[in-house]
């Protein structure tokens, strides 16, 4: 797909051994304590960025506030991906995802 620069997702990995005086700020939608794990893979499955560590308490979108991924592009540090679609030129390239993150 020309311009995307990964397939991106977030993934909640349960933390059997967490701390007790933690487990609160750590125990999302279940009742387990998980940490979660933001990837960005290429076409290749080549897995070239990972973010892990952050309270399973957050969703996805609270993830990519935090994510040195989305700071990247924003400071304008993101790879150059210049590409043609339909006669429109395009100079930034883009995650493909699930379908819930902000445009």
């Given at each position: 797909?020309?311009?995307?620069?990964?397939?991106?997702?977030?993934?909640?990995?349960?933390?059997?051994?967490?701390?007790?005086?933690?487990h609160?700020?750590?125990?999302?939608?279940?009742?387990?304590?998980?940490?979660?794990?933001?990837?960005?893979?290429?076409?290749?499955?080549?897995?070239?960025?990972?973010?892990?560590?952050l309270?399973?308490?957050?969703?996805?979108?609270?993830?990519?506030?935090?994510?040195?991924?989305?700071?990247?592009?924003?400071?304008?540090?993101?790879?150059?991906?210049?590409?043609k679609?339909?006669?429109?030129?395009?100079s930034?390239?883009?995650?493909?995802?699930?379908?819930?993150?902000?445009?």
């Open positions: 797909w020309p311009g995307m620069l990964g397939s991106l997702d977030c993934m909640h990995w349960r933390w059997k051994n967490c701390p007790k005086t933690w609160g700020m750590y125990c999302g939608k279940s009742r387990d304590a998980t940490i979660v794990l933001e990837a960005v893979a290429s076409q290749d499955t080549w897995i070239w960025h990972a973010f892990f560590g309270p399973g308490t957050l969703n996805d979108i609270n993830i990519l506030n935090r994510s040195p991924l989305f700071k990247r592009l924003i400071s304008g540090d993101a790879p150059a991906c210049n590409y679609i339909m006669d429109n030129e395009y930034m390239g883009y995650y493909l995802t699930d379908g819930i993150y902000p445009e």
